[in-house]
Every structure is written in C-alpha cells, then in structure tokens.
C-alpha cells in the first residue's frame, strides 16, 4: 500500500487523544520541519513519524494502546518505509520518535509535566521514563539530536485549524527522498 493510499484510508482517523486528525498532526510536524530548515529527509521522516499507526491490521502484530493507536507503531512505521526503499536516516528518525520520549522523560522531570493526557496513556505501553543505560545508549545514536528535535516537533503539532501545505505537497517529496 503506498503513503498516500494510507493516508486516503486512514489520516481522517482521530488523532489519539488530541482535537485534531492524523492527517493534520503529520501535515503541521512536516511543516514544522520545513520551516526549521530541516533536510528533505527530516522533513519526509516528520510528515511519515506516525505511519505505522495507518498500517492496515494485517501489517499490525503486536496489537493496540486501549485506543491510543497501534503498540510499536515506530518500528513498524520504520521498518514499513525501509522495505519501500527510504533511507536509514528516515528509518532511524521514525523508529527512535518515542524513544525521545522516553528519553526526555528521563532527563526532564519537566518535560513529563507537559505531555498530554494521550502522551501519558502511551507512555506506559512504550516503557516508561528510560533507564541511565538505555539513556547512555540512545544518547550515542548518530541521528539523536535530529530525534529529538523530531519528538519537539511531534509535541507541538497538535493544534486545530492550522494552516498547512496539503498531502500531496509532502507526499511528493517523501517519494523524491525514496528515489535518491
């Protein structure tokens, strides 16, 4: 299934416990993007971040967040893009999004006092606040920076009614990302 036939079936879903659609979360991340000056592959991973929660239900092994989308949909979402060709950096920007999270949640108590209810839900299916280990590690990933900045993206795309480019704009330029 392509990006735009994921989102033609899915991206008007409800954006797990946020007034907004799919669609636009993944539409204002990708502008958010675009006008921090990001590369064209921060862009296409900021626009697909979220795709594993579109997969169809026969791609989805692992199961569901009791209504807060799909469990690992980052790995998934990664390794759905890397089987259509895009590139590791794209790959590792989607599959470490919630692992900023955790991250994040680690290192700055307050940063947890400013997730969302649905970011709160999710947290506890997504392993909780990371450990100093696993923080170490994550920290020497050559893409962290670009991961968390991802995560501040993710964070703030949720608000209603703002105006973006469309879908075609964005899934126009994931596809050249997939053809270089």
């Known amino acids: 299934m392509t990006i735009a036939a994921l989102f033609a079936q899915s991206g008007n879903d409800d954006y ?4 907004i659609t799919q669609l636009e979360h993944a539409l204002q991340c990708a502008q958010m993007a675009e006008q921090a000056g990001a590369d064209a592959d921060t862009v296409a991973a900021a626009f697909l971040h979220d795709i594993g929660h579109l997969l169809p239900e026969e791609l989805v092994k692992t199961g569901y967040m009791d209504g807060y989308g799909t469990i690992d949909h980052e790995r998934l ?3 759905y893009l890397r089987e259509l060709g895009y590139s590791e950096k794209v790959a590792q920007l989607i599959e470490n999004h919630v692992n900023a999270k955790r991250y994040l949640v680690f290192k700055n108590p307050k940063y ?3 997730l ?3 970011s709160l839900k999710t947290l506890a299916f997504q392993g909780g606040p990371m450990s100093e280990e696993e923080a170490t590690a994550f920290e020497a990933n050559p893409y962290f920076k670009g991961i968390l900045q991802l995560r501040v993206w993710d964070e703030q795309a ?3 009614g703002l105006s973006t480019p469309t879908a075609d704009y964005y899934i126009a330029l994931c596809e050249q990302q997939r053809a270089n």
Do not use: L, V
């Open 16 to 19: 797990y416990g946020e007034p």
């Open 77 to 79: 979402g990664a390794d």
């Open 158 to 160: 949720k608000i209603p």
């Open 116 to 118: 969302s209810e649905a």
């Open 112 to 114: 947890f006092a400013r």
